[in-house]
């Protein structure tokens, strides 16, 4: 069992930054990939970014260059760095837990909300 807990949402302006943070209750190192999703209203949860135990990340296409995941293994901690930030940027934000046994775990959520 994995518990994670998401943090660090708030309302920001357009052009501001945010930084998001998920909290396991395991060491991250034992999980195969972390990750955040997000879902706005009327629309499906997709596919923010991704990182493995070994390192490896992976960004939606629309977000690269504006969003930096990374992780802070001592703190078994995940951040999601988010700069320049837009309207169609606000949503609910979810961390995303897969482990090397195949189980799947999701944090309750944090909402972005970015006003212009």
């Known amino acids: 069992q994995v518990q994670l807990v998401e943090s660090g949402g708030g309302l920001v302006q357009a052009g501001g930054s945010l930084r998001l943070s998920c909290a396991a209750s395991?060491?991250?190192?034992?999980?195969?990939?972390m990750g955040w999703y997000r879902q706005a209203p009327g629309k499906q949860r997709e596919l923010v970014a991704t990182?493995?135990?070994?390192?490896?990340?992976n960004y939606a296409d629309s977000l690269k260059g504006r969003f930096t995941i990374s992780r802070d293994n001592a703190k078994n901690t995940v951040y999601l760095q988010m700069n320049s930030l837009k309207a169609e940027d606000a949503a609910v934000y979810y961390c995303?837990?897969?482990?090397?046994?195949?189980?799947?775990?999701w944090g309750q959520g944090t909402q972005v909300t970015v006003s212009s």
């Open positions: 395991t060491r991250i190192e034992s999980i195969n990939a």
């Open positions: 990182i493995t135990s070994s390192g490896s990340t």
């Open positions: 995303h837990a897969i482990t090397r046994r195949f189980f799947n775990y």
